[in-house]
């Protein structure tokens, strides 16, 4: 995280703990080469692909545009990850559940989940404006994106951040375009053809800045 996040979440977790949850982060920064293997591995099927209820889906009975539509629900294209900021985090209860066991889906954070009572507690502070700077970016479901109770957000930093992403530059890095800021080559994203033709739409209903 960023040295403000860091600094704001280890106060979350202080307050967390006296009320006997054990928050920790279980995903946080994540570089452009990570989210494109991550999407790029589930575009080729090597990554499961699920539905909203966690069935895993074959991508042999589906043409570009709805794998693609079925991805983005659960992965961000890469570069436009709020991973990729340093100012938001997936979080867990880990005095309930493991890291290892933890499988970040809706079930986990609901009333009877492990994560549930954290869950409710990080809400009602969020709702307050009281969780030290953190918010939910996918609280609800917009029709993009599905909801992560699990995905916290540093308001002050990201807000900077996301000023910065915007299609253009996010097109070039899908076409396999150098990476200016460290100089390297990389790998052109999955279904590029498929992300050009919707790319106004696709935009609009998943990239949440
Ligand atoms: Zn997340």
């Not at 066991?101 to 009572?117: F, H, K, M, N, T």
């Not at 709702?127 to 916290?152: I, N, Q, S």
Request: a neutral charge.
């Amino acid at each position: 995280l960023t040295a403000g996040s860091g600094r704001a979440f280890s106060r979350l977790q202080q307050r967390a703990k006296r009320q006997g949850f054990d928050l920790r982060i279980a995903s946080s920064y994540r570089d452009y080469e990570r989210q494109l293997a991550i999407f790029n591995g589930k575009v080729s099927g090597q990554r499961p692909v699920t539905d909203d209820h966690g069935l895993v889906l074959s991508r042999a009975d589906c043409a570009a545009l709805p794998w693609l539509l079925r991805i983005l629900r659960f992965s961000a294209l890469p570069g436009v990850s709020r991973h990729h900021w340093g100012s938001d985090c997936d979080v867990f209860d880990a005095a309930r559940i493991s890291r290892d066991s933890l499988q970040l889906v809706p079930r986990e954070y609901d009333a009877q989940g492990p994560c549930g009572a954290l869950s409710q507690w990080l809400t009602e502070q969020i709702e307050r404006d009281d969780a030290e700077g953190f918010f939910r970016p996918y609280d609800r479901d917009r029709g993009g994106v599905a909801p992560e109770p699990w995905h916290l957000s540093y308001r002050p930093d990201a807000e900077r951040f996301a000023r910065f992403v915007n299609r253009e530059e996010a097109l070039m890095l899908w076409r396999g375009r150098l990476l200016h800021e460290v100089g390297k080559p990389t790998q052109a994203v999955a279904l590029l053809a498929t992300i050009e033709e919707h790319g106004e739409a696709l935009w609009a209903r998943f990239v949440v800045l």
